[in-house]
């Protein structure tokens, strides 16, 4: 069983950059299927960002697409979200996800596959 710590949220300023980091830690990653969530206070939470940890495959949210990357530190056993050209509607709380990835049902950026979560870190976009 991974835990998950997320981490790197804070408040900036549209057009910011922030770096999220999610450390997992008693199990590699190397089997896991990590995926980013987020929610909005009165939003449904939604889909971020996808990695495959073996293959590297990643897949993007089209609200993030060309402004957020999903990468892998594989010394360190980390994930990152990079986030870039930061706006107003990206504020939320960002959550770290993860699952076994011969345990995926379905497609990857349905929540329910994910039997793993990290308390969250909340990013602030202010306009």
């Known amino acids: 069983q991974v835990t998950l710590v997320e981490s790197g949220g804070g408040l900036v300023q549209a057009g910011d950059s922030l770096r999220l980091s999610c450390a997992a830690s008693?199990?590699?990653?190397?089997?896991?299927?990590v995926a980013w969530f987020r929610q909005a206070p009165g939003k449904e939470r939604e889909f971020v960002s996808h990695?495959?940890?073996?293959?590297?495959?990643?897949n993007y949210a089209d609200a993030v697409k060309g402004r957020f990357t999903i990468s892998r530190d594989r010394a360190k056993n980390t994930v990152y979200l990079q986030m870039n050209s930061l706006k107003p509607e990206d504020t939320a709380v960002y959550y770290c996800?993860?699952?076994?990835?011969?345990?995926?049902?379905?497609?990857?950026?349905?929540?329910?596959?994910?039997?793993?979560w990290g308390q969250g870190t909340q990013v602030t976009v202010s306009s």
């Open positions: 008693g199990r590699p990653f190397s089997d896991y299927a």
């Open positions: 996800v993860a699952v076994d990835s011969r345990l995926i049902i379905g497609r990857v950026w349905d929540e329910a596959n994910y039997d793993t």
């Open positions: 990695l495959s940890w073996s293959r590297g495959m990643t």
